[in-house]
C-alpha cells in the first residue's frame, strides 16, 4: 500500500510537470470546402456569361459566344457524367441569364430577350424581345441581367463602352441600372456604374451591385442601390436631362480633386460611396459574381452575408453587411481561392453546394482555364473563422465561429489594425493613399469566448480598416482559416464605450502613428529618382555615345497579350524597349531570369496594400529589368544591356492575375 501510494503520489507530480500541448494546428480551405469541375463535352466552348436552374434540377447556361446550354445532372449523382443539349443559339453575348414565372429570359449586348420552348422538342423556337436598348458597336458595351427584385421587376445593368484611356455613354442609359416591369416598361433606376457585371438582392431585398477597379474607381466595391443614387462615374450623367431619370446631377457636378470618395460626397448630394471596399489585388481585381447566402445555400454558419467572386485572380470572397444610422457598411474576408478560370457567376444547387460559372477570354485570370464551370461543396466541418465584424463606438467587436483561446484573444500582438482609403479621380485605379495606424487600447474577451470587443484609437469615417487577427487561436489551438478583413466605415453607431479597466487595458506600448501620404496626381507614382534603381533606367545612359544598338517596340493587344511575343538581342547589347500600353488596362512590363517570370508574377500579388504605390515590381534578384505601372495609353521607354550569358530570358506583365498569360521570350544569342 505504501509504495502504491508513493508511486501514485510520483505519477502526479511527474504529469503536474509536464508541458501542456501546444501543438497548433494550421487549417486550410481544402478542409472545408471541395472544389468539383463539371466536365464539359469537347467541342462545347462554355465560356459562362449566366447561370440559372429550372424547376427539374437541369442548369441552363448562357455563353459568351450566344449560346444557351441545358445541362442535366450538374450534380454528377452516382458518378454519371452530365448531360449538355443546346437550347438557344445565335445570339449576341449572352452575359445573364433568369428563369422567371415558366420562363427563361436572356440578356444580350442590345437586348432582354424571352426564350420559349413551343413545340416541346427540347429547343427555343421562340426569342421575343423584351426590351431593347441602342449600342454604338463599342466592344465594351456589355449588358448584365436580369435579377428579379422584390416587386417582381426585371433590374438590368448597362456597361459603359470605353474610348482610349476612359469610359464614355456613347448609348442612351449605359452606365445605368433600369429596371423592366412586368407589362415592359422601362424605368431609369440609379447612374454612375462602370462596368457593373453582378448585382444581387440581400436578405432584405435590398440591392447591392459588384464594381471593379477603373476610371473613377480607385479599387473594387459593392454597393448598396437606392433609386435615384449616383454611384460615381459622370459619364453616365450624359443622360441624367431626359425624362424618366430619376438622377439630376450633371457630369459637371463632379468634382476631380482626387480626394476620396467619401469626403466629396459630403458635398455632392446624391453621391454615394461604396458600402464595402475590396483592397485591390488583396481581394480581388475584377469583382464579378454575386450571391446572398440565403436558404437555398449551405456553406458554414454565415446565413445571411454575401458571397462575391472574382474573375482576374478566380477565387471568392464572403461580405458581412450591417446597417449603421441608415447606411450599409461592413466587412469583406477571403473565403475560397483556386478556381479553374475567371469567376463571373454563382448560383446555388438544390443540395446547397455553389456553382461556380467562369471564363476568362479578353480578361485573363489566375486560373488559366479559358472557361469552367464548377461546383464548391461544404463537407459539413466548420472553420474556425472571423463569423462577423461589426462597428462599435469606439471601436469593433468581432464574433468568432468557435470560443477563442482567451489568452492568445487578450494578447494585443495578435492584432494589427491600420487604415487607408483610394482617390475619386478620372485616372484609371488609384494607389492607397492616407494610411494610417490604429492603436487597440482594450481587449474584452466574451464570456462564452466567441466575442473579442477591440476599444480602438483613430477610427476614420469613410476610410478601409485592415483588421488583422494573424495571432488569435481557437480553444481547441486551430489558427484562423483566413486571419485579416477590411471593414469600411460609414458610419460610427450610437451606443455604449467599453469601460475600460485595470482587467482589460492594453498594457503593451503600442506607439500611436498616424500619417497622411502626399496626394499623387499621377495615375501611378513613378520612381522617386530614374537612375537611382539600375532596373529602371528611363534616359539614355551617358555612355551610349552611338545610341542603342537594337530599339524595340512592344504593345499590347485584346486578351491580356503583348504584340510582340518573342524578341532576338545579341548578348551584352545596348538596348532600347519602348512600351506602349495602348490597352484599356493598367500594364508594366518585367524582364525576368529565364523561367522565372511565375516566381515574379507571384511575388507581386503577394505586395499588399503597396503593390500598386510599387508598380507592382517586387525587389527580388530574379527581376533583371522594368517599366513602370502605365495606365492606358501612356508609353514610356527604358534602357538596358542585355544579359551576357545567353538563354530565353522573359518579360510578363506582374499586374496581379496578368502574369499568367501576359507574357513573351527575350531570346539572348551569342
Known amino acids: 500500500m505504501l509504495c502504491l501510494a508513493a508511486c501514485t503520489a510520483a505519477a502526479v507530480s511527474l504529469f503536474a510537470q509536464a508541458p501542456a500541448d501546444t501543438t497548433i494546428q494550421v487549417q486550410k480551405e481544402e478542409d472545408f470546402y471541395t472544389i468539383q469541375t463539371v466536365p464539359i463535352p469537347e467541342g462545347i466552348l462554355l465560356e459562362v456569361g449566366g447561370m440559372t436552374f429550372l424547376p427539374d434540377d437541369a442548369l441552363a447556361v448562357s455563353t459568351r459566344r450566344g449560346e444557351v446550354w441545358i445541362i442535366t445532372n450538374p450534380y454528377m449523382k452516382n458518378g454519371a457524367r452530365p448531360q449538355y443539349r443546346l437550347f438557344a443559339q445565335g445570339m449576341h453575348?449572352?452575359?445573364?441569364?433568369?428563369?422567371?414565372?415558366?420562363?427563361?429570359?436572356?440578356?444580350?449586348?442590345?437586348?432582354?430577350?424571352?426564350?420559349?420552348?413551343?413545340?416541346?422538342?427540347?429547343?427555343?423556337?421562340?426569342?421575343?424581345?423584351?426590351?431593347?436598348?441602342?449600342?454604338?458597336?463599342?466592344?465594351?458595351?456589355?449588358?448584365?441581367?436580369?435579377?428579379?427584385?422584390?416587386?417582381?421587376?426585371?433590374?438590368?445593368?448597362?456597361?459603359?463602352?470605353?474610348?482610349?484611356?476612359?469610359?464614355?455613354?456613347?448609348?442612351?442609359?449605359?452606365g445605368w441600372m433600369i429596371k423592366i416591369a412586368p407589362d415592359g416598361k422601362m424605368k431609369p433606376f440609379a447612374a454612375g456604374m462602370r462596368s457593373p457585371a453582378a448585382f444581387a438582392l440581400n436578405d432584405k431585398g435590398d440591392i447591392f451591385y459588384a464594381e471593379n477597379q477603373g476610371d473613377w474607381v480607385g479599387s473594387g466595391s459593392i454597393t448598396h442601390v437606392a433609386e435615384g443614387d449616383f454611384v460615381g462615374n459622370p459619364a453616365s450623367l450624359v443622360w441624367s436631362h431626359l425624362p424618366g431619370s430619376t438622377v439630376t446631377l450633371k457630369k459637371e457636378d463632379i468634382p476631380d480633386t482626387g480626394e476620396p470618395k467619401y469626403d466629396v460626397a459630403k458635398r455632392v448630394p446624391g453621391l454615394k460611396p461604396p458600402s464595402v471596399w475590396f483592397p485591390h489585388t488583396i481581394l480581388g481585381i475584377s469583382t464579378a459574381g454575386l450571391i446572398n447566402y440565403d436558404t437555398n445555400g449551405k456553406m458554414g454558419p454565415f446565413e445571411g452575408q454575401l458571397f462575391v467572386g472574382d474573375q482576374g485572380q478566380s477565387k471568392i470572397m464572403r461580405v458581412y453587411l450591417e446597417k449603421v444610422k441608415g447606411v450599409y457598411q461592413g466587412v469583406v474576408f477571403p473565403f475560397r481561392e483556386g478556381f479553374s478560370s475567371g469567376i463571373l457567376r454563382l448560383n446555388w444547387g438544390s443540395d446547397g453546394s455553389m456553382f461556380v460559372g467562369m471564363t476568362s477570354r479578353g480578361w485573363g485570370s489566375t486560373g488559366r482555364a479559358a472557361y469552367g464551370l464548377q461546383r464548391?461543396?461544404?463537407?459539413?466541418?466548420?472553420?474556425?473563422?472571423?463569423?462577423?465584424?461589426?462597428?462599435?463606438?469606439?471601436?469593433?467587436?468581432?464574433?468568432?465561429?468557435?470560443?477563442?483561446?482567451?489568452?492568445?484573444?487578450?494578447?494585443?500582438?495578435?492584432?494589427?489594425?491600420?487604415?487607408?482609403?483610394?482617390?475619386?479621380?478620372?485616372?484609371?485605379?488609384?494607389?492607397?493613399?492616407n494610411q494610417g495606424s490604429c492603436p487597440i487600447k482594450a481587449i474584452a474577451v466574451s464570456p462564452d469566448r466567441l466575442k473579442v470587443r477591440l476599444v480602438v484609437d483613430s477610427l476614420r469615417l469613410g476610410y478601409?480598416?485592415?483588421?488583422?487577427?494573424?495571432?488569435?487561436?481557437?480553444?481547441?489551438?486551430?489558427?484562423?482559416?483566413?486571419?485579416?478583413?477590411?471593414?469600411?466605415?460609414?458610419?460610427?453607431?450610437?451606443?455604449?464605450?467599453?469601460?475600460?479597466?485595470?482587467?482589460?487595458?492594453?498594457?503593451?506600448?503600442?506607439?500611436?502613428h498616424v500619417h497622411t501620404m502626399k496626394q499623387e496626381t499621377a495615375t501611378v507614382p513613378a520612381k522617386a529618382s530614374k537612375t537611382s534603381d539600375p532596373k529602371y533606367v528611363t534616359q539614355q545612359p551617358s555612355g551610349w555615345t552611338k545610341g542603342a544598338d537594337r530599339t524595340i517596340i512592344i504593345g499590347t493587344k485584346p486578351g491580356l497579350k503583348f504584340d510582340v511575343e518573342s524578341v532576338t538581342v545579341k548578348a551584352g547589347s545596348r538596348v532600347?524597349?519602348?512600351?506602349?500600353?495602348?490597352?484599356?488596362?493598367?500594364?508594366?512590363?518585367?524582364?525576368?531570369?529565364?523561367?522565372?517570370?511565375?516566381?515574379?508574377?507571384?511575388?507581386?500579388?503577394?505586395?499588399?496594400?503597396?503593390?500598386?504605390?510599387?508598380?507592382?515590381?517586387?525587389?527580388?534578384?530574379?527581376?533583371?529589368?522594368?517599366?513602370?505601372?502605365?495606365?492606358?495609353?501612356?508609353?514610356?521607354?527604358?534602357?538596358?544591356?542585355?544579359?551576357?550569358?545567353?538563354?530565353?530570358?522573359?518579360y510578363v506583365c506582374t499586374y496581379p492575375g496578368h502574369y499568367v498569360v501576359m507574357r513573351g521570350v527575350l531570346r539572348v544569342t551569342k
Open 576 to 650: 532600347k524597349l519602348l512600351f506602349n500600353n495602348n490597352d484599356d488596362m493598367l500594364h508594366n512590363l518585367v524582364v525576368t531570369k529565364p523561367g522565372a517570370a511565375d516566381n515574379v508574377g507571384e511575388a507581386a500579388t503577394k505586395l499588399g496594400l503597396n503593390g500598386e504605390k510599387l508598380g507592382f515590381v517586387p525587389s527580388i534578384p530574379d527581376v533583371l529589368f522594368h517599366t513602370r505601372l502605365l495606365g492606358p495609353t501612356e508609353k514610356e521607354a527604358i534602357y538596358f544591356t542585355a544579359p551576357a550569358q545567353p538563354g530565353d530570358y522573359q
Open 93 to 174: 453575348e449572352v452575359l445573364g441569364l433568369n428563369y422567371i414565372n415558366g420562363d427563361i429570359y436572356a440578356v444580350q449586348r442590345s437586348e432582354l430577350t424571352r426564350l420559349r420552348d413551343l413545340d416541346g422538342d427540347g429547343e427555343a423556337d421562340e426569342y421575343e424581345t423584351v426590351y431593347s436598348w441602342p449600342l454604338a458597336a463599342n466592344y465594351h458595351e456589355f449588358s448584365y441581367g436580369p435579377v428579379l427584385d422584390k416587386e417582381g421587376n426585371m433590374i438590368i445593368t448597362l456597361n459603359l463602352a470605353w474610348v482610349g484611356d476612359h469610359g464614355e455613354s456613347l448609348s442612351k442609359w449605359h
Open 376 to 433: 464548391m461543396v461544404w463537407n459539413g466541418k466548420t472553420a474556425f473563422e472571423m463569423k462577423t465584424i461589426q462597428a462599435k463606438p469606439d471601436g469593433f467587436e468581432i464574433e468568432f465561429t468557435q470560443p477563442v483561446d482567451e489568452q492568445s484573444a487578450r494578447d494585443v500582438a495578435s492584432y494589427h489594425i491600420s487604415s487607408f482609403t483610394y482617390k475619386f479621380h478620372h485616372n484609371y485605379g488609384s494607389p492607397v493613399i
Open 464 to 512: 478601409i480598416h485592415e483588421i488583422k487577427a494573424e495571432g488569435v487561436l481557437s480553444a481547441e489551438r486551430n489558427t484562423l482559416l483566413h486571419n485579416f478583413g477590411y471593414y469600411t466605415l460609414n458610419q460610427l453607431p450610437d451606443g455604449e464605450k467599453l469601460a475600460i479597466t485595470a482587467e482589460n487595458r492594453v498594457t503593451a506600448a503600442v506607439p500611436q
